[in-house]
């Protein structure tokens, strides 16, 4: 079956570094999304990998393994705004993107 | 900006009633789909639609039906509401994939809509 597997629940400090991970299985793989929710809103798109390495944007960066099945998304120099849920998402050969639950990421000062 | 917006953002029932929900993307976007989504649990596709009047069934159908006569415009119906149909519901749209009728490409969301079945 299909399957995404990221933690829950994750817990940084302002400032600091985060890495959230996720895990895919999926049948064929067309790429992998991380999407931003903050509480009562929207997903919002943050980036989406197909190619093994590491893509930068700012200050959210994303790494994809396509051997490994794992991708993960590292926040650096965290703010307070940045609490939210990260959510992962992988396209398989359909183009059908299959969802994974979500990390809450909770900043404290 | 890509623009979806979504006709309610709470929204109050009672079992068996007939339940509209609209959605509306000002992007010219081929795809539009429904989900929906529960505390511990992914978003979970209802229905998707990669042309006007072509829909096709995501994971969770049942209960559910839409419409799509416009393209910017994909209503979701819940024909008969029950209380386990409590959830957020929220409209994306994309514009079309590599792969010509197929979903693909960055979705864009609407701000949600939050039902509760009493």
């Known amino acids: 079956g299909q399957n995404i597997d990221q933690p829950t629940e994750m817990t940084a400090t302002e400032g600091a570094i985060v890495q959230i991970n996720c895990t895919y299985q999926?049948?064929?793989?067309?790429?992998l999304f991380w999407y931003q929710q903050h509480a009562g809103e929207a997903p919002t798109f943050l980036s989406y990998?197909?190619l093994d390495g590491l893509e930068e944007k700012g200050r959210f960066s994303s790494f994809l393994s396509r051997s490994k099945g794992y991708s993960y998304l590292l926040l650096k120099e965290l703010q307070m705004k940045d609490s939210a849920s990260y959510l992962c998402?992988?396209?398989?050969?359909?183009?059908?993107?299959?969802w994974g639950a979500g990390t809450k990421l909770i900043i404290k000062p | 900006d890509v623009k979806v917006t979504q006709s309610s953002r709470y929204l109050v029932k009672r079992t068996g009633e007939k339940v509209f929900l609209e959605c509306v993307q000002d992007?010219?976007?081929?795809?539009m789909f429904w989900y929906r989504q529960d505390p511990g649990l992914g978003l979970r596709l209802i229905y998707f639609?990669?042309?006007?009047?072509?829909?096709e069934k995501g994971d969770i159908p049942e209960g559910y039906s839409v419409s799509r006569e416009k393209k910017e415009r994909f209503s979701l119906i819940l024909e008969s509401a029950s209380t386990n149909q409590t959830s957020m519901y929220l409209c994306?749209?994309?514009?079309?994939?590599?792969?010509?009728?197929?979903?693909?490409?960055?979705?864009?969301f609407g701000p949600g809509t939050r039902l509760l079945v009493l």
């Open positions: 990998n197909v």
């Open positions: 639609s990669y042309d006007v009047k072509m829909k």
């Open positions: 994306a749209s994309s514009p079309q994939g590599e792969m010509w009728g197929r979903v693909g490409e960055t979705q864009y």
């Open positions: 999926t049948s064929g793989f067309n790429g």
């Open positions: 992007m010219d976007h081929e795809n």
């Open positions: 998402a992988a396209m398989d050969s359909n183009y059908q993107l299959i």
